[in-house]
């Protein structure tokens, strides 16, 4: 097997707000999507470590901007979920808010992940932060995980539909499993070409 370039991914920090961000120097990708789709499974996958992030079957249980140091200078972001129907208007605000000023502001930010739900891709939320990336400029990348969850048939249906729908200027689509482990080469393949 090759060598996984994500195994020594450590955490490095939990931002509540854009105070509260590491040193803006280096390379960093960050994963965003819905609650619940699977973005720190994902970082998880990605490093082959089952407990770098804390995962859970109840949305919303990434609150901050966590940090992880994949090398000295290189990060993984991993960015609370949006569209959490429990949240609050004044909560779904703040989001908004931390996004734009995050992609705004962010120098060292190199890609976007946009994460779905292969069951259900492309919702009004979803169409908000790509339009939001198409906005601030960001290469971005789309990830349709839980692919497990789709014979192997309809996920390539899906991948297909996805790529005719898809309007944002270079980006890519692939599946993913953090289950099967579907998809976990070429993602590190796409995350790694970024960092470089
Ligand atoms: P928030 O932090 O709430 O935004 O969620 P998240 O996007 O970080 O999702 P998380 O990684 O916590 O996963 C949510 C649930 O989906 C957990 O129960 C995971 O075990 C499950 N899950 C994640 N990836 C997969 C996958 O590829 N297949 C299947 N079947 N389940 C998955
Ligand atoms: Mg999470």
Known sequence: MSHNPFHDTVFLLGAPGLEHLPADTGREVAFAGRS??????????????????????????????????????????????????????????GWGELMAGYLAQRQSLVGVLAVMDIRHPFKDSDQDLLRLLQESGFPAH?????????????GNDVLRQARRELTLAGAQVQLFSSVSGTGVEELRRVVRGWLE
């Open 36 to 93: 619940n789709v699977g973005k720190s499974s994902i970082i998880n996958a990605l490093a082959g470590q089952r407990h770098l992030v804390r995962t859970s079957r109840t949305p919303g249980r990434t609150r901050e901007l966590n940090f992880f140091q994949v090398r000295a200078g290189c990060r993984l972001v991993d960015l609370p979920g949006y569209g959490f129907a429990k949240v609050s208007m004044a909560q779904r605000r």
């Open 142 to 154: 789309v990830v349709l995980n839980k692919a497990d969850k789709l014979t192997r048939g309809d």
